[in-house]
């Protein structure tokens, strides 16, 4: 979203919450790969991929073609960002 509260923005500025999707939030890997543990997994079972965040199955997913949602990002360290604004 492009604001913290998109129906609340929405709702001022007499449009559709969908207004403030972020374009930017759909990211597709194609030909990704992960882990063989990774190829019996169920719809909405969830996993930590190192460096990037938590996510889960997503219920359009096929045994050949998993689907991963991101629903939690992992925050670079302060360390790594000191000095960046």
């Given amino acids: ?25 759909l990211v597709e890997k194609k030909n990704a790969r992960v882990w063989s543990l990774h190829k019996d997994a169920k719809v909405f079972d969830r996993f930590q991929f190192e460096r990037v965040g938590y996510f889960c199955v997503d219920e359009d997913s096929k045994p050949n073609h998993l689907i991963f949602n991101s629903i939690v990002a992992l925050k670079e360290s302060s360390a790594k960002t000191k000095g960046k604004k």
Wanted: proline content about 4%; overall charge negative.
């Fill in 1 to 25: 979203m492009t604001e913290e509260n998109a129906i609340e923005a929405a709702g001022k500025a007499g449009v559709d919450f969908t207004a403030f999707v972020n374009p930017e939030s």
